[in-house]
């Protein structure tokens, strides 16, 4: 396995939650980052670390632009793909711009990729792709119907990776997220993240409104094993891992009732008044999947995964920087 450093890695979408932190960590091993964004989503404040590094370089441009996409691959050696339009929610309002996005722009850095000739084209998959598969825990090769429009989209960037690969010969590795938090997800806005949305309802004492009973159950994933899982995807020189996709989660799962305590809890040794606010139960959400928990067995066979944090210890983290940066 090769030691990811002083290499040019190009991080689509990486004024995002999670492509800023991948930003910051990859300039912090010593690479040069060519951070591709259009700012639809993501915001100059996330990447405030790193304009001071003269390795870093922002190009502000669109994946439906194929000609942007040329303009950012030039010299890189890696591809961290993780531009995209996220949110089950926004797919179902508007799935003409969910699938601009995140499939004719993802064929666009495709192809531009193979063009280029990287060394390999990692990039964000979704665990929305196990649709209505009801077996736990998700394991990769099973998988359900897509049950919303950006679903859907994730699924086909899986498609079009596997045909490139088998076809063009580029290296591809898919990661699956499951139920990504941490420093810099965004609170505002419709189609917010759950966690920076109750933690800032909760620092404003303002009642949270969970979809259905709370017994919904997610695999929270913390931001830094997401890092680990990108950097593993690039590292590898195990010729049987690549060109495919793996499952990037914790490996355990927790219901949206359990994870309201949880931010309860640590949020009230800032302020006590916060164990009192109110939770109430809506609806459940249209297109929600009831339960995610995901195997992360073929991770750690095959790239030697190992995720450090689990819900409540990279909980503990976040919201230490939500009440530092957001209150």
């Known amino acids: 396995m090769r030691e990811i450093t002083n290499y040019t890695i190009l991080i689509t979408g990486g004024a995002g939650f999670i492509g800023s932190n991948l930003c910051e960590y990859f300039l912090s091993r010593g690479n040069r980052v060519i951070c591709l964004d259009n700012f639809a989503t993501g915001h100059r404040h996330n990447l405030k670390d790193c304009f001071s590094n003269s390795n870093f370089t922002l190009i502000e441009g669109d994946i439906r632009n194929y000609e942007d996409c040329q303009k950012a691959l030039q010299g890189v050696d890696y591809v961290l793909h993780q531009a995209a339009l996220g949110s089950v929610p926004r797919s179902i309002k508007d799935p003409i711009t969910t699938n601009d996005v995140n499939v004719s722009g993802f064929l666009n ?55 490139f690969s088998k076809t063009y010969g580029i290296e591809t590795i898919g990661l699956r997220y499951f139920n990504v938090f941490g420093q810099k997800q965004d609170p505002n806005g419709a189609y917010a993240a759950v966690i920076p949305k109750f933690v800032m309802q909760l620092m404003k004492h303002e009642s949270i409104t969970i979809n259905g009973d709370g017994n919904y159950s997610r695999d929270f994933t913390y931001i830094d094993n997401v890092i680990q899982m990108n950097e593993l995807a690039m590292a590898t020189d195990n010729i049987t891992a690549v060109n495919t996709v793996y499952n990037t989660a914790f490996g355990d799962r927790n219901t949206l ?71």
């Open 257 to 327: 009732n359990d994870l309201v305590a949880y931010l309860k809890y640590y949020l009230k040794v800032y302020d006590p008044a916060i164990a009192n606010v109110t939770v109430i139960h809506g609806p459940n959400r249209l297109g929600d999947i009831p339960h995610s928990l995901a195997s992360i067995d073929k991770a750690k066979e095959l790239l030697g995964y190992n995720p450090k944090y689990s819900l409540q210890e990279g909980l503990k983290i976040a919201v230490d920087w939500y009440w530092n940066n957001l209150k």
């Open 109 to 163: 850095m495709l192809q531009a990729a193979t063009e280029a000739q990287v060394k390999r084209f990692v990039y964000a998959a979704s665990s929305s792709t196990y649709g209505d598969s009801v077996g736990l825990p998700k394991v990769e090769e099973v998988i359900g119907k897509p049950l919303s429009p950006y679903a859907i989209t994730k699924y086909v960037n899986e498609l079009y990776a596997e045909i």
